[in-house]
């Protein structure tokens, strides 16, 4: 158990719809990324956030957001859904920009029908 | 980006030391080797990370060489539970945005 939760667990979504998923880290953990994981493959780096602002991006494009709050739990909207889009979202949080262990939660997964 | 190669699959007797290796011929002077594992349908867990020099801890020994071209994780006595998919991965830092780039990593099975 690593202290970070994500919600739902699950979701089913069709094309062109728009979804929020969310993200609570441990006390303290002000850094939040949020990874995608298609079916086989390795998580692929979305974003950060740091202090309730993105501070790096990966190969996403720009129908990917996000969200940082006060409390720094954190949102990852995602507009115009597409197939591709289907996959297990991840976040990590740690607690500190310069801290070297990320805490990932145990993931979304989102079907785009 | 340093990108990292890694055997598809390996097989480990329960009981034995599991070595993974893990190729990352392009990394840069300031750029970490960092292994993770996922368990099946679980968020991915930090096993133990380095820079240079050789690291251990309670749950792995991490060997780099020394041209730091190549690096094998190692978990000294396997068990059932250690069967998951390990991935090498070289952090990328840009800003202060620390970027895991996870490759397709290694699926090891313990067998009894």
């Known amino acids: 158990e690593t202290g970070v939760t994500q919600s739902p667990t699950h979701l089913i979504k069709t094309r062109g719809q728009q979804v929020t998923l969310r993200c609570s880290s441990q006390?303290?953990?002000?850094?939040v990324s949020w990874y995608q994981q298609a079916l086989g493959q390795g998580p692929q780096f979305i974003f950060q956030?740091?202090?309730?602002?993105?501070?790096g991006r990966g190969n996403f494009p720009p129908r990917f957001s996000g969200l940082q709050f006060p409390n720094y739990s954190s949102e990852l909207n995602v507009n115009a859904l597409e197939l591709d889009d289907s996959a297990l979202y991840l976040c990590?949080?740690?607690?500190?920009?310069?801290?070297?262990?990320?805490?990932f939660g145990p993931g979304t997964r989102l079907t785009v029908l | 980006d340093a990108k990292t190669t890694q055997p598809p699959s390996m097989d480990c007797a329960e009981g034995r030391a599991a070595n993974l290796p893990c190729n990352h011929s392009t990394i840069s002077g300031n750029e970490y080797v960092y292994w993770y594992r996922q368990i099946h349908s679980q968020g991915p867990q930090y096993i133990i990370h380095?820079?240079?020099n050789n690291e251990t801890n309670e749950m792995a020994s991490l060997i780099i060489t020394e041209d730091r071209k190549s690096s094998t994780l190692i978990l000294p006595h396997a068990t059932l539970r250690d069967t998951a998919v390990y991935y090498c991965?070289?952090?990328?830092?840009?800003?202060?945005?620390?970027?895991?780039?996870f490759g397709s990593g290694t699926q090891l099975t313990v067998l009894p």
């Open positions: 956030y740091y202090r309730e602002e993105e501070n």
């Open positions: 380095g820079l240079k």
């Open positions: 991965i070289v952090r990328v830092d840009s800003g202060s945005a620390r970027q895991l780039t």
């Open positions: 006390s303290g953990h002000n850094t």
């Open positions: 990590a949080t740690r607690p500190g920009v310069d801290s070297n262990e990320q805490f």
